[in-house]
């Protein structure tokens, strides 16, 4: 049977302003939507609409404070947060926005309107802490929706990060959780400077969360080694309820920001990858979450081979 697949993305996103010469561009999202918009698959997306997500919503995993904080520092036209995450006045209704897409996905995926969805979103979200901004990432998109699942009486949630830099901010927030699964393949050591392999969670979170470090210069072979003898195993021996994907595409080969040496295609076996295991043990649920990618033209080409195996 077919699956159809939801898309989102909007023009708030682009109105983030992160500055001149600041990698993580209104003009990524822009050359995505260009390269999609010019294939004939794009038409078979099905829309989905747009929900700002609320604070009480972001507090599913951020404190309430640092939520209305973001806000009001926005609000004042404020610029760094950190040392590498900008905002500007739009920002934090972009970042609600985003947050609030996975929460609109989610339930359309639950009351069996769409199978997956593919959310184009500005600014990321793997790298921000329960009360910190970090890394580009104001609220932890991917994190919102996994807590929001879990509050809709899914049992088992697999996160899987393909971003090359560790989604540290999602792992912190799951690492004592048995009910999300968090693994991360990533270039390491790199920023943040966590993920190593003998991170694997604590308390009842203990195995539940599986890091799979990456030296620089891996390539695909290296990544389907990693998928036949680490990850699969894991997700089957898990059997996910709903599987959400950080889907970083900076890995790629061109990126200029890291070391790993992906090929456009590999974003498209990983995706199949992980639809045969949702078909196998999440009835096909499959949310893909925009993270990372910083070379226009590998972003674009790699995010259409992506959408392409989510179709």
């Not at 989610?106 to 970090?134: K, N, Q, V």
């Not at 959780?177 to 968090?182: I, K, L, T, Y």
């Not at 991360?184 to 943040?192: A, G, N, V």
């Not at 920001?257 to 096909?284: N, Q, V």
Request: glycine share 10%; charged share 20%.
């Amino acid at each position: 049977m077919a699956r159809k697949t939801g898309f989102f993305t909007d023009d708030l996103f682009l109105q983030h302003d992160t500055g001149a010469g600041h990698p993580e561009c209104a003009a990524r999202l822009a050359a995505i939507r260009n390269r999609l918009e010019k294939t004939a698959f794009f038409g078979q997306f099905a829309a989905l609409g747009a929900r700002t997500a609320s604070v009480d919503e972001i507090g599913l995993v951020h404190e309430r404070e640092y939520v209305r904080a973001v806000d009001a520092f926005c609000r004042r036209n404020g610029r760094q947060l950190d040392a590498d995450t900008v905002v500007s006045a739009q920002s934090y209704q972009a970042a609600a926005l985003a947050a609030g897409a996975g929460l609109e996905a989610a339930d359309r995926i639950l009351t069996g309107e769409i199978d997956r969805a593919l959310l184009l979103l500005r600014p990321p979200g793997h790298h921000s802490l329960p009360g910190r901004a970090m890394g580009f990432c104001l609220f932890n998109n991917i994190a919102v929706t996994a807590r929001y699942l879990r509050s809709q009486g899914v049992e088992r949630v697999a996160i899987l990060d393909w971003d090359v830099h560790h989604g540290n901010g999602t792992e912190a927030t799951f690492y004592d959780d048995p009910a999300v699964f968090f693994i991360s393949l990533h270039q390491y050591p790199f920023y943040p400077g966590t993920g190593a392999a003998a991170d694997r969670g604590v308390g009842p979170g203990d195995g539940f969360t599986l890091n799979v470090p990456m030296p620089r210069g891996s390539d695909d072979a290296d990544y389907r080694a990693a998928f036949a003898n680490t990850v699969r195993p894991a997700l089957e021996t898990f059997r996910p309820e709903f599987i959400l994907i950080s889907a970083g595409f900076d890995a790629h080969k061109r990126d200029p920001l890291a070391g790993l040496a992906l090929e456009t295609s590999s974003y498209e076996w990983m995706t199949r990858e992980l639809l045969d295991i949702a078909g196998a043990h999440s009835k096909g649920r499959v949310i893909s979450f925009l993270e990372g990618g910083y070379d226009l033209d590998a972003l674009a080409e790699s995010v259409e081979a992506h959408a392409a195996a989510l179709l």
